[in-house]
Nanobody, 124 residues
Framework: QVQLVESGGGLVQAGGSLRLSCAAS????????MGWFRQAPGKQRAFVAG????????NHADSVKGRFTISRDNAKNTVYLQMDNLKPEDTAVYYC?????????????????WGQGTQVTVSG
């Protein structure tokens, strides 16, 4: 069992930065693939980034490549999403998710545990 709590969301101007954190509880965090997804009003939940259990493999959606970076600290049971050069279209609720399989996946149905989400609003 893994419990996830996101933090770090807020209101930021276009071009600004935010760093999201996801604190995990449970003994299996270090062996969990972690992912960030987002959901804008009226839209499906979409993959943002994923990271392997070791941190050695990452995957970022094309829409955020070069602007967002996923990382993790297994000693702190925490995964991060550094978001730079934010755009109004990045406005969404951002969710952290954990997957109990070894491969990074961009499919939401492959993830077993979810946080409650944190709101990110980018003003233009």
């Amino acid at each position: 069992q893994v419990q996830l709590v996101e933090s770090g969301g807020g209101l930021v101007q276009a071009g600004g930065s935010l760093r999201l954190s996801c604190a995990a509880s449970g003994r299996t965090f270090s062996r969990s693939v972690m992912g960030w997804f987002r959901q804008a009003p009226g839209k499906q939940r979409a993959f943002v980034a994923g990271i392997s259990w070791s941190g050695g493999s990452t995957n970022h959606a094309d829409s955020v490549k070069g602007r967002f970076t996923i990382s993790r600290d297994n000693a702190k049971n925490t995964v991060y999403l550094q978001m730079d050069n934010l755009k109004p279209e990045d406005t969404a609720v951002y969710y952290c998710a954990a997957r109990q399989r070894p491969a990074v996946s961009s499919t939401r149905w492959d993830y077993d545990y979810w946080g409650q989400g944190t709101q990110v609003t980018v003003s233009g």
